[in-house]
T-cell receptor, first 113, second 111 residues
Framework: GENVEQHPSTLSVQEGDSAVIKCTYSDSASNYFPWYKQELGKGPQLIID?????GEKKDQRIAVTLNKTAKHFSLHITETQPEDSAVYFCAASIASGTYKYIFGTGTRLKVLA | DAGVIQSPRHEVTEMGQEVTLRCKPISGHNSLFWYRQTMMRGLELLIY????????DSGMPEDRFSAKMPNASFSTLKIQPSEPRDSAVYFC?????????FGPGTRLTVT
């Protein structure tokens, strides 16, 4: 079945450093890849997304890259700040014509002040 | 916009009791999703609706779980009878297109 693998499961960085989270997906028909940030006690918040016709997208300190051939996509956070500490989830759409996602298992990011 | 609204935020109940979780999607959104989040299984899609019609309920764990969407602004997820293994955080999300927006969740504890 469809699967999304996410690494690492935990990541600690010093404030100001960059953080990279990587995901791989199995369904070659996936065409939409969102990233969510979940803070303690809250629901996942959409922070950036990318579609299969684009290789890279950037929004201020956050960027996402997509390699469709390798079925890899990554989240890059630059100049990390303590408020970036949270759990981050990647997801991939399942086939076309549906709105279902498969989520990765999450990465707990800690930004050390 | 108030975002997706869920109630209650916390629910503690005894095994065997009926539990009803409620969701109000973002106005104008035509798809609604119910998810369950646990440490062991992560985020699992239970069911989703499009234009108030259930499209895919393959994630509903068993017959004890049921979901309804009587109109575009309201949905319920019911568990009857509840069991301790149902303890989890249940999220509702809505979308107009690809982007799904999540509510704050309902933390359910079944003792």
């Amino acid at each position: 079945g469809e699967n999304v693998e996410q690494h690492p499961s935990t990541l600690s960085v010093q404030e100001g450093d960059s953080a990279v989270i990587k995901c791989t997906y199995s369904d070659s028909a996936s065409n939409y890849f969102p990233w969510y940030k979940q803070e303690l006690g809250k629901g996942p918040q959409l922070i950036i997304d990318i579609r299969s016709n684009v290789g890279e997208k950037k929004d201020q300190r956050i960027a996402v890259t997509l390699n469709k051939t390798a079925k890899h996509f990554s989240l890059h956070i630059t100049e990390t700040q303590p408020e970036d500490s949270a759990v981050y989830f990647c997801a991939a759409s399942i086939a076309s014509g549906t709105y279902k996602y498969i989520f990765g298992t999450g990465t707990r990011l800690k930004v050390l002040a | 916009d108030a975002g997706v609204i869920q109630s209650p935020r916390h629910e503690v109940t005894e095994m065997g009791q009926e539990v009803t979780l409620r969701c109000k999607p973002i106005s104008g959104h035509n798809s609604l999703f119910w998810y369950r989040q646990t440490m062991m299984r992560g985020l699992e899609l239970l069911i989703y609706f499009n234009n108030n019609v259930p499209i895919d309920d393959s994630g509903m764990p068993e017959d004890r779980f049921s979901a309804k969407m009587p109109n575009a602004s309201f949905s319920t997820l019911k568990i009857q009878p509840s069991e301790p293994r149902d303890s989890a955080v249940y999220f509702c999300a809505s979308s107009q297109d690809s982007e799904q927006y999540f509510g704050p969740g309902t933390r359910l504890t079944v003792t």
